[in-house]
T-cell receptor, first 113, second 112 residues
């Protein structure tokens, strides 16, 4: 089965600073990789996804992620953090069929004013 | 469009009781999923369905059952509630072409 590792369960950045959230997947390349965001007491919303069309993927709210096969990584970045970015972020991968999905344990992002 | 709706929002069960968590979607998606979310553990797949009449187990199916008689509805049944089933439960659909998932608002269940 696929597995996903998110390093750092809590990340704090200052408003305006770079956001970097880390995600590594298990060695076999999954067909699809995703980043989802969860605001308090809500369901998850899609930020962006990788589907092999391009290694640098742009998502909503200024977020982007780069797929690096050599590092088995799909890290999420945003050049300048905003207060509204404070939330929990989940990396997810699909199984080879695309039917099942495996989520990381999440990273809670705090933005300091 | 309501998207994915879940009822109830909150529920407290006693050990050994049973209940059904409801999930309904109006997105006409064939694929539907049930996840549980525990603090620090991310989301774990309980069951999923690729269409009406077809269901399959995910990573953590024990203690749960599902059915899928229509495209719109995918109820999750807990037969004998245990404290280990205290969690937040999310229902989701998946777009057939984009593989993107759409989540409901969740049901917070406490078993005491």
């Amino acid at each position: 089965a696929q597995s996903v590792t998110q390093l750092g369960s809590h990340v704090s950045v200052s408003e305006g600073a770079l956001v970097l959230l880390r995600c590594n997947y298990s060695s076999s390349v999954p067909p699809y990789l995703f980043w989802y965001v969860q605001y308090p007491n809500q369901g998850l919303q899609l930020l962006l996804k990788y589907t092999s069309a391009a290694t640098l993927v742009k998502g909503i709210n200024g977020f982007e992620a780069e797929f690096k096969k050599s590092e088995t990584s799909f890290h999420l970045t945003k050049p300048s953090a905003h207060m509204s970015d404070a939330a929990e972020y989940f990396c997810a991968v699909s199984d080879p069929t695309g039917n099942q999905f495996y989520f990381g344990t999440g990273t809670s992002l705090t933005v300091i004013p | 469009n309501a998207g994915v709706t879940q009822t109830p929002k909150f529920r407290i069960l006693k050990i050994g009781q049973s209940m059904t968590l409801q999930c309904t979607q109006d997105m006409n998606h064939n694929y539907m999923y049930w996840y549980r979310q525990d603090p620090g553990m991310g989301l774990k797949l309980i069951y999923y369905s690729v269409g009406a009449g077809i269901t399959d187990k995910g990573e953590v199916p024990n203690g749960y059952n599902v059915s899928r008689s229509t495209t719109e509805d995918f109820p999750l049944r807990l037969e004998l509630a245990a404290p280990s089933q205290t969690s937040v439960y999310f229902c989701a659909t998946r777009d057939r072409l984009t593989y993107e998932q759409y989540f409901g608002p969740g049901t917070r269940l406490t078993v005491t």
